[in-house]
């Protein structure tokens, strides 16, 4: 049983920065690969970032590449998202996802573990 709760979302203004963080219970974030992904009202849920279960390895959806990044505290258990130089399409609900692939990938369906989703709110 895994367990992930999301905390850090808020209103922010255009050009900020917010850091998001996902706690695991349940199961050790050593032994799961974790990703982020959001949803705009009206829009397809998007990929945004992943990390594999060691942490050696990163990737990024391309419109937040070069200013999102993720990574992972096995020891505490915590994944983080950190976005920097944020723009008004960045609004969303941002959902932290885990799973035991050692690469899960951008494919929501490869991820079993589902947080309950933050807001980010970016004001133009």
């Known amino acids: 049983q895994v367990q992930l709760i999301e905390s850090g979302g808020g209103v922010v203004q255009a050009g900020g920065s917010l850091r998001l963080s996902c706690a695991a219970s349940?199961?050790?974030?050593?032994?799961?690969?974790v990703g982020w992904f959001r949803q705009a009202p009206g829009q397809d849920r998007e990929f945004v970032a992943t990390?594999?279960?060691?942490?050696?390895?990163?990737f990024y959806g391309d419109s937040v590449k070069g200013r999102f990044t993720i990574s992972k505290d096995n020891a505490n258990n915590i994944a983080y998202l950190q976005m920097d130089s944020l723009k008004p399409e960045d609004t969303a609900i941002y959902y932290c996802a885990a799973d035991a692939r050692v690469v899960a990938g951008a494919t929501e369906s490869n991820y079993d573990y589902w947080g309950q989703g933050t807001q980010v709110t970016v004001a133009s």
């Open positions: 990390i594999t279960v060691s942490g050696g390895y990163t």
């Open positions: 349940g199961r050790s974030f050593s032994t799961l690969s």
